[in-house]
């Protein structure tokens, strides 16, 4: 497990905020602030709810919403879905699974998000 910060620009379908976010591949999924989240999108309720551990044994949080947003780095567009974590410590976190869909790799040497091109040109096949 791995963390990093870096400020990321958030963009949903009724509105923006630039935010630090937490780069965490410890974290499965990306996680926002549920009043965040609201302020910036519409979340949609989960099919069902999701639960997951934290760093203090035996403690669990559960989410029973996530929400559809894009977010920008170093001048490139990403997009994911977010689920809305109560009391969440950081305002956003980028999590694990979007890590891999986006291909980004964590450079701790130099503290950057190393990020491929070839991966943010959207397509249609």
């Not at 929400?67 to 999590?95: K, Q, T």
């Amino acid at each position: 497990m791995a963390v990093m910060e870096k400020t990321v620009r958030l963009v949903g379908s009724k509105g923006k905020k630039e935010v630090p976010a937490l780069f965490d591949s410890g974290s499965t999924y990306s996680c926002i602030q549920p009043a965040l989240a609201k302020r910036l999108g519409k979340p949609e309720a989960l099919p069902e709810p999701m639960e997951f551990g934290t760093a203090k044994k035996k403690e669990k949080l559960t989410a029973t919403e996530r929400v559809s947003l894009n977010f920008h780095l170093n001048g490139y567009r990403f997009s994911d879905e977010f689920m809305l974590i109560p009391w969440l410590a950081e305002e956003a976190i980028i999590g694990a699974a979007t890590l891999q869909k986006w291909r980004m790799k964590l450079d701790f040497e130099h503290d950057e998000v190393i990020i491929d091109p070839r991966v943010t040109k959207l397509r249609l096949m």
